[in-house]
């Protein structure tokens, strides 16, 4: 069987996948034996740092400083990151796996931005004392991002992609956006008083049976071409 990508190792089913690595092991000489043996271990180690993720707890925020509550929200993530050995690196490094904070500036999307070779997927973070989650003017609609969702009222971490989003109400938040861009180049505001309006959007938060697959496939193809010198 010749599978190529982590990707296409992820298709197979259980019994078809211990065979290819049973039979890899009894020739693992050989070049594609290797690269089957280092797939299995790329398709396990997503699974270990996406339930590494999941597992994160996060502390109350304290007297509303919602800053400081965000810091260390992405402190878990890092000490995620730095226990499966994924650096943070500037783009003129580009050996490996590895990840960049604050891509576009802070309170900019996204957090974070994983990387390897010329790929790379978003993770953007969001924090609640509810399962309510405040978007401001952002959406979950981004075909190459991974949210993380922590509750901390019931102190539970929920990753997710854009397909947990139902395709109706994508197209009526960018119908809304239209409505917004356009009163906004219509209605400048009056002689002592400008006017901008802003979305403000807020998502009741419902888990998905596929969420944790579909942020495994997202996974996957970024390192689809992942290679021993990495």
Known sequence: MEIKTVTEFSLLSDSERDKLIGDSK?????????????INKVYKKVSELLSAIKNIKKEKTLKGNTQDSEEKHMSCIESVFLKYNIPEKFLDDSRGIFYQKHPNGKQKFPDYRLFYKCKFINIELKSSGSKTILWNDGFPDKEDTIYVFTNTKENTTHIFTCKSTPTEDIEKYRKQCEKIAELNREFKGCRLFNFYTRKAISQKFVENKNDFIDCKNLLYKLLDEYSYSD
């Open 26 to 38: 009894l020739t693992k000489t050989s070049e594609h034996s290797k690269k089957i043996l280092l």
